[in-house]
């Protein structure tokens, strides 16, 4: 492998993973990550359009989908397989691949390292992207060396009993963010083990220091902890918490009135949501889609600072963040260092920093992340406000026109029916209709034991179709509605008879929704609620 040549690397994450993309870059090579949920179709055109002269896997399920295309890559040479014992064909263990190195001296190594320079590529990242081909954005080193200096000013983590809990796919710019934070300032990593459904189990046991993650692990959390609660007192619990967490970040006396209301909310229920993410969590930190804030302002009274950043992979994964002594919840935070931010006439956000990447591989003409004159169009809407807040209010391609003319955002409101505990996934549609109208999905792991309760079919179908189950669904979506303008709210829904997956191509690998791939798939659907 020389100095330029690209390398795949399709796998979970794991430790294997940090290894080999670790041993690529130290080569002078350009690291190409794959989602591992990615079909063989999908690794193909990645491996196929970067060139790959090698790919390492993680085991016999990647293998095969590498394996059923690989007629069809001339440029593929070597396949290297991080499980031992999963190798089939021509592929090879790591440890092979550790024994050839070893005859290798050192200086050669140390040698290739050196010469590589700060306008040398670093990584291709593939955008899930939500229609077409993946475009592989071009990221320099010195575009990770700037956005790793942005990030590391703040001192997140560091010292010698920090630990970082990773579970994001490190094929996505965000978790490789935090693997080159921790492993630059030797901060511990935590890696999953592979089952989604022992997040929250493995978070109470490693007790992270820093989370970073998406959306719906904390949407999961506030499900389960505010399920059962009475509104009343919950609302009252986190005004006071709220207060209080104000003015500790002031540094400012608490009322004695004040911190008895608080002692008591902090032993009934905020002390029970910190053990749920270990106990020591000191920040935690969510991205890729959009939150509500309710959510945050919850945790935050809990004492669990979550924090909004945003960025893209053209950004080198991050352009704005927020800090628990520097926020606004409903705000996505301010500039980083050496990050401009410019809002278009059209009300799209332009970035500008040494973050932004280099262009995409074998697409210069790629409209979406075009750079003019140094400011990248980033196809999303927002607005800065007098404190030099950012705040996203859309995709300019995700905002619905109704027939009436209206601009309706439909994050908000999905992120209200996403607050249901009965619900997985919210998609609102009525781009040129009378009205909008929602695609609904139920959440298995919570229905399912409602319905063994009340004697009811357990199958998601059966469900998604019973009376209950709508009129349940129907009360939580009038009080979303309320928050709302006439024109805004959604009149009718169906439930899914399944959940949304990447699998089936309807959610990307940070579970960001494909819209036009729900609205074409159940547009027959759709269509019914309206005649």
Same mark, same amino acid.
């Given at each position: ?12 994450t ?8 670790l ?32 790919i ?8 095969a ?8 890559l001339?440029a ?28 290798v001296?050192?200086s ?35 575009n990770?060396?700037s956005v ?5 000013h703040?001192?997140?983590?560091g ?23 921790a492993?630059?300032t030797?901060?511990c ?10 997040i ?30 009475d509104?009343d ?5 986190? /005004?006071? #918490?709220?207060?209080? =967490? ?5 540094g400012k *006396? %608490?009322?004695? !009135?004040?911190?008895a209301? @608080? ?12 053990? /749920?993410? #270990?106990?020591?969590l =000191? ?5 890729a889609? *959009? %939150?509500?804030? !309710?959510?945050?302002?919850? @945790?935050?009274a ?16 991050v ?7 520097d ?23 332009l ?34 406000d ?29 992120n ?9 996934q919210?998609v ?7 009205y ?27 469900l ?19 928050k ?37 798939k159940y ?9």
């Amino acid at each position: 492998i020389e100095r330029g040549d690209r390398v795949a690397l399709l796998g979970n994450t794991r430790p294997e993973w940090t290894y080999s993309s670790l041993g690529i870059t130290g080569t002078g090579a350009v690291v190409v990550p794959i989602y591992p949920s990615n079909a063989p179709d999908e690794c193909h055109w990645v491996v196929s359009d970067s060139g790959a002269r090698a790919i390492v896997v993680e085991d016999a399920t990647q293998l095969a989908k590498i394996a059923e295309a690989r007629d069809r890559l001339p440029a593929l040479e070597h396949v290297i397989v991080m499980v031992a014992g999963d190798e089939s064909g021509d592929a090879i263990s790591m440890d092979a691949v550790r024994e050839r190195g070893r005859a290798v001296a050192p200086s050669v190594a140390e040698e290739r390292a050196a010469s590589v320079t700060p306008e040398n590529p670093y990584t291709f990242i593939y955008t899930s992207g939500t229609t077409g081909n993946p475009k592989g954005c071009v990221l320099l080193h010195r575009n990770y060396r700037s956005v790793l200096d942005m990030v590391e000013h703040r001192e997140l983590f560091g010292d010698g009993d920090d630990l970082v809990y990773l579970y994001l796919p490190l094929a996505h710019a965000f978790a490789l963010i935090i693997m080159l934070a921790a492993a630059d300032t030797g901060t511990c990593i935590a890696y999953w083990g592979g089952d989604t459904k022992q997040i929250i189990p493995e978070l109470a046991a490693v007790q992270p220091t820093y989370l970073p993650s998406v959306p719906r692990i904390f949407e999961k959390i506030f499900t389960l902890v505010t399920a059962n609660a009475d509104p009343d007192l919950l609302a009252r619990a986190v /005004a006071v #918490g709220k207060q209080v =967490r104000a003015l500790e970040a002031e540094g400012k *006396p %608490i009322p004695p !009135e004040l911190q008895a209301g @608080f002692d008591k909310a902090d032993e009934q229920l905020f002390k029970n949501v910190r053990a /749920a993410f #270990g106990g020591r969590l =000191r920040e935690a930190v969510t991205g890729a889609a *959009p %939150i509500a804030h !309710e959510i945050l302002e919850f @945790f935050w009274a809990c004492g669990i600072p979550v924090m909004e950043g945003y960025g893209m992979t053209e950004t080198s994964t991050v352009a704005t963040s927020s800090t628990p002594e520097d926020h606004k919840f409903g705000t996505v935070g301010r500039p980083l260092p050496g990050v401009e931010v410019q809002i278009a006439e059209d009300g799209e956000i332009l970035l500008r920093g040494a973050n932004i990447f280099n262009g995409y591989w074998n697409n210069a003409d790629a409209s979406f992340g075009a750079v003019v004159d140094g400011w990248l169009h980033t196809g999303d809407v927002g607005s800065v406000d007098e404190d030099g807040y950012l705040s996203i209010t859309g995709r300019k391609k995700d905002i619905i026109i109704t027939a009436g003319g209206k601009n309706l955002t439909p994050a908000n409101l999905e992120n209200d029916m996403k607050q249901c505990r009965w619900v997985s996934q919210a998609v609102m549609h009525g781009d040129r209709r009378a009205y909008p109208c929602m695609l609904v999905t139920l959440d298995e792991e919570e229905i399912v034991p409602w319905a063994q309760a009340k004697g009811l079919p357990t199958d998601i179908p059966t469900l998604a179709t019973n009376p209950e189950v709508l009129a349940m669904i129907q009360e939580h979506l009038d009080a979303s509605n309320a928050k709302y303008a006439q024109v805004e709210q959604v009149k009718k829904f169906f439930i899914l008879d399944h959940d949304l997956t990447q699998e089936t191509g309807e959610l990307t690998p940070t579970l960001k929704v494909k819209r036009n791939v729900v609205n074409e798939k159940y547009a027959a659907r759709f269509d019914a609620l309206y005649s």
